[in-house]
């Protein structure tokens, strides 16, 4: 993968509205909600007419998603006992898989971010997922079904919103190119050997840092898969291919124009031992998980399957500058607001 030289990474961030009407009031806030309603709406339409059961996700639980790159879960008392706020609902997911095959969230999920992260464009502490879990599917699978959702709901918004693209001012240029062919796909070793190259410090054994995502992105003109991350830089859930060990059977979608990543997925580890074996090599203690090892040990189905980030995909779409210009009422790291 050849990648261009970085330029500074611009980390001046958009302006953060006084208050909640002067965000509200915004002729760009109300297009943006509007596209981003419009999105939900052909998101449901596509996972629907494709055998998709939609689930309400839970909002808090004895436990969560544990790989969420440094930021920290929020505990609640709930009647004496300590539980947290979602920070992404997968276990859910692959529980549900119990009742329904094809199963999808709307999931809010709550990340307390580092506060640095404020000035990323892309980073909030509340935020929702276009949740998507599939029985018996392959990490391919998944990804084809994402490029598929990610196509029809461009797709639909450049068709039916165009009044309210252009008063955002959106390239509808640009976004029929990102849906008019195949995503492309590149190794996570030879994404980041062409960042190391372009004189980014990557560290090959980890996630692309969200640096790394814009400039990988910044280079591209169709949304593209990032796939084959290193087991140890993701959670217990991913599965590690047989065929090359210490290689993680999962992805990341990364959309155009520099707006980096929209969605992470993979193929689920469902056997009993194996994520016992992994929650202890990733530093988790598995008592904690006991209800989800509990099912694991009588028997989860296998599963692949992936979480779109909504303000992220509707700030893509939108051409916005920033993921909070995408909320109602946003809530930045360390920013205290409505």
């Keep these: 993968m050849t990648v261009t030289a970085p330029e500074a990474v611009d980390e001046t961030p958009a302006p953060f509205p006084a208050s909640p009407d002067a965000h509200l009031t915004d002729p760009r806030t109300r297009a943006t909600l509007r596209?981003?309603?419009?999105?939900?709406?052909?998101?449901?339409?596509?996972?629907?007419?494709?055998?998709?059961?939609?689930?309400?996700?839970?909002?808090?639980?004895?436990?969560?998603?544990p790989g969420i790159r440094g930021s920290k879960q929020v505990d609640v008392?709930?009647?004496?006992?300590?539980?947290?706020?979602?920070?992404?609902?997968?276990?859910?997911?692959?529980?549900?898989?119990?009742?329904?095959d094809k199963i999808f969230y709307i999931a809010p999920n709550v990340r307390l971010e580092p506060i640095e992260t404020a000035v990323t464009h892309r980073h909030l502490a509340e935020f929702h997922q276009i949740d998507v879990e599939i029985r018996d599917a392959s990490r391919e699978d998944a990804m084809l079904l994402a490029e598929q959702l990610v196509t029809h709901v461009v797709t639909d918004v450049v068709a039916s919103m165009p009044a309210e693209l252009d008063v955002l001012g959106r390239d509808t240029a640009a976004l029929r190119r990102a849906a008019g062919d195949a995503f492309g796909r590149v190794?996570?070793?030879?994404?980041?050997?062409?960042?190391?190259?372009?004189?980014?410090?990557?560290?090959?054994a980890a996630e692309i840092d969200w640096q790394g995502e814009e400039i990988v992105s910044a280079d591209a003109e169709r949304p593209f898969f990032v796939t084959d991350y290193p087991k140890g830089s993701r959670g217990f859930y991913d599965k590690e291919n047989?065929?090359?060990?210490?290689?993680?059977?999962n992805f990341d979608l990364i959309a155009p124009e520099g707006y980096g990543e929209l969605a992470s997925g993979s193929e689920r580890e469902h056997d009993y031992a194996t994520l016992v074996t992994r929650m202890r090599e990733t530093g988790e203690n598995p008592a904690k998980y006991g209800w989800y090892l509990d099912l694991a040990r009588r028997g989860i189905p296998a599963s692949s399957g992936f979480g779109i980030g909504l303000e992220r995909f509707t700030r893509y779409v939108t051409g916005r500058q920033a993921a909070w210009?995408?909320?109602?009422?946003?809530?930045?790291?360390?920013v205290m607001s409505a």
């Design 325 to 334: 210009q995408a909320s109602a009422y946003p809530k930045l790291p360390g």
């Design 242 to 249: 047989p065929e090359q060990p210490g290689v993680l059977r």
């Design 35 to 65: 596209v981003q309603s419009r999105m939900l709406a052909a998101t449901r339409t596509f996972l629907t007419a494709h055998g998709f059961q939609e689930l309400l996700p839970p909002l808090i639980g004895p436990v969560t998603d």
């Design 77 to 100: 008392d709930f009647y004496g006992h300590k539980y947290k706020l979602m920070t992404s609902a997968i276990l859910y997911k692959q529980a549900s898989l119990l009742a329904f």
């Design 187 to 204: 190794g996570h070793a030879e994404a980041t050997a062409g960042l190391i190259a372009a004189g980014h410090p990557q560290d090959p």
